[in-house]
C-alpha cells in the first residue's frame, strides 16, 4: 500500500488536546494544528486508507477525511488502532 500524505503537525502552538471545552472549540483547534501533506494529484480518484494510532473525540479523523475528499480522494477508510478516554 503506497503512502500518499500525511496528516502532519503545522501549528505546534496548539497544543493537543487544545479548546476541549466543546466541540466547536476543539473542531477549531484541530484546523489550526494539522494540515494534509501530499502531492498534487496523489488523491484523485482513489480510495484512501486513514490509519490513526489513537482516537478520542474522533474530530482528527474528521477533518483529516475532510481534507482527503477534498484533495480529490472517492472514497476514505478510517482504521483506528485505539480509543481513549
Excluded: C, K, Y
Excluded at 494534509?36 to 494510532?53: F, I, N
Excluded at 480529490?72 to 481513549?84: C, D, E, F, K, T
Amino acid at each position: 500500500v503506497p503512502l500518499l500524505g500525511r496528516w502532519a503537525v503545522v501549528d505546534p502552538d496548539v497544543a493537543p488536546g487544545q479548546g476541549s471545552m466543546n466541540s466547536a472549540q476543539r473542531v477549531a483547534a484541530v484546523g489550526r494544528r494539522f494540515d494534509l501533506h501530499a502531492d498534487p494529484g496523489s488523491l484523485e480518484g482513489r480510495s484512501v486508507l486513514l490509519v490513526d494510532d489513537l482516537t478520542d473525540t474522533g474530530w482528527t479523523l474528521t477533518m483529516a477525511a475532510r481534507a482527503i475528499r477534498r484533495a480529490g480522494a472517492v472514497a476514505v477508510r478510517p482504521l483506528v488502532l485505539g480509543v481513549s478516554g
